[in-house]
């Protein structure tokens, strides 16, 4: 069924479901290091792998990041809450169940504010921010697809059992019809800067330190009861967010046009074409067996330590967007397209390196962006960094590069020969400012172009440009394009 189609006849009902990595040091219940890349099962001990007798010590850094991601998005925080056994099977979970929170949360009953690109503001209401820990890791062997059908065998990494999560779990999103997807994605975006802002994690969803479970159910009005909802897992990007809501308003509204029933389960989502497949069943609440954490204290977080905690947040990102838009001069939907290119701090560090805010948006929003798209990156992620960008930029304002030869030293510096001066002198790259090879070059121009030279003699001004690219063709674009132009009326005795 079409999504247009798909609208018309259902109402979509959301709830989205983002884990978050914390960038603790340490896990959430031992000492053993969090740094990845290391050998397979290496940052493990009695605590994380679950060995009898072994016993659990919060991470305190896990506790104040806990709290101050609840604050951002507007949440009480619990003056007590604890922890809790959540019992369910899974081959890299060593303990048999992860140490969770259920109906005690630290964080509970807030909102985050989300602008879609048309500039229109929509509340996503939080249910609760809560702490537990990840998993290990699962590699299948053997098969096509990497996942555990077709293949051979099966490895464990228990690296990651045990580092520090914060699950944030929104109230059932109503409202958004047909515009749901994009709400998705501007509420994971949006939640995604915040994190950042905080810097208890980078967020990188690309390395999985932050994925999003999508539950959707569709129901014939906005005032029927809820449909059952299916929960597609782990998405990690924001456009698979979107196309991840997209496909299953789409699945959801073929089923049960013909009749069909939706199956409250877990879904898989293929990046290659966007579409889900069925995963397993999907539990209730009351199947996971929840008690309380028997080895863990209760936490109670004191209010003098919770509102000093407030008073250090940083400023929030779509107020801090907002004030660099007015500083910058920008419109809304110029400042949308440097969110979604990931450039807002690579701009704002360029700047503070000693760019102008036009320079510095140019080379992010043009040439590195162009670079980034290339490769499959963020622009945050190139081989460059702001303070070079602002070199490049401090170059060209005082006439040593152009605009083409500027362009030729970021790819420089791109390709790893060294910082934005090395490359110029090891390519020889500097603005022809010598007065006496320009006006040479300006001569043989003039002498093998006599035609073009009698028309801007007879008044028309406008053919310099042809003898001004054939300067710049001698001088191999290194020319200041300008200069070149005043030598070349001056010769012909001609003014603008």
Sequence with gaps: MSYEDALASFDPVMGLEVHVELGTKTKMFCGCSTELGAEPNSQTCPVCLGLPGALPVVNAIGIES????????????????????????????????????????????????????????????????????????????????????????????????????????????EGAGVRAPEVAKAYVAELREVIKALGVSEARMDKGQMRCDVNLSLRPTPESEFGTRS???????????????????????????????????????HEEDGSTTAGRIKDNAEDYRYFPEPDLVPVAPARDWVEELRGGLPEMPRVRRNRLREDWGVSEHDMQSILNAGAVDSIVATIEAGADSTAARKWWMGELARNANEQGVVVDELPITPAQVARVAALVADGSLNDKLARKVLEGVLAGEGTPDEV???RGLKVVSDEGALGAAVDEAIAGNAAIADKIRGGKIAAVGALVGAVMKTTRGQADAARVKELILERLGVSE
């Design 66 to 173: 806990a709290i101050k991601i609840g604050l951002a998005l507007n949440c009480e925080i619990a003056d007590w809450c604890r922890f809790a056994r959540k019992n369910y099977f899974y081959p890299d979970m060593p303990k048999n169940f992860q140490t969770s929170q259920y109906d005690e949360p630290i964080a509970f009953n807030g909102f985050l504010d989300v602008q879609l690109e048309d500039g229109e503001i929509f509340r996503v209401e939080i249910e609760r921010a809560h702490m537990e820990e990840d998993t290990g890791k699962s590699l299948h062997v053997g098969g096509a697809t990497g996942r555990i059908h077709g293949a051979s065998h099966s490895l464990l990494d228990y690296n990651r059992a045990g580092i520090p999560l914060i699950e944030i779990v929104t109230k059932p999103i």
């Design 424 to 426: 110029v002198e090891k």
């Design 231 to 269: 929960e597609t897992k782990n998405v990690n990007s924001l456009r698979s967010v979107e196309r991840a809501a997209r496909f299953e308003i789409q699945r959801h509204a073929a089923v049960l046009s013909s009749g069909g029933s939706i199956v409250q389960e877990t879904r898989h989502f």
